[in-house]
């Protein structure tokens, strides 16, 4: 069992940054680490991706070249660097990993998730 818990959000004005942070504890991170986001009244979405072993990163397109995802092993802590905030970017974002899968599944949501936090970007 892991136990997933994140921080760093917040409110933030349009071309903002902020960055979220989310720490394992139970289980050491082992495959994927997944950013996932649900914006208001919407359904939940792929963000971004690390691979925990080989440090490979994946994001949604709207977000590449602004999300920035990284890791660090000693503190088993997953972090996402947000930068050019947009309004449209607003909505809970949690943190998501499960048990090792292939490489086409990296996108597909693991077992255990976070309890999110809110990130707001006002125009």
């Known amino acids: 069992q892991v136990q997933l818990v994140e921080s760093g959000g917040g409110l933030v004005q349009t071309g903002g940054s902020l960055r979220l942070s989310c720490a394992a504890s139970?289980?050491?991170?082992?495959?994927?680490v997944r950013w996932f986001r649900q914006p208001p009244g919407k359904e939940r979405e792929f963000v971004a991706a690390?691979?925990?072993?080989?440090?490979?990163?994946y994001y949604t397109d709207s977000v590449k070249g602004r999300f920035t995802i990284s890791g660090d092993n000693a503190k088993n802590t997953v972090y996402l660097q947000m930068n050019s905030l947009k309004p449209e970017d607003t909505a809970v974002y949690y943190c998501?990993?499960?048990?090792?899968?292939?490489?086409?599944?990296?996108?597909?949501?693991?077992?255990?998730w976070g309890q999110g936090t809110q990130v707001t970007v006002s125009s």
């Open positions: 139970g289980r050491t991170f082992s495959s994927y």
């Open positions: 690390i691979s925990w072993s080989g440090g490979r990163t």
């Open positions: 998501n990993t499960g048990p090792g899968v292939g490489p086409g599944l990296v996108r597909i949501a693991g077992p255990y």
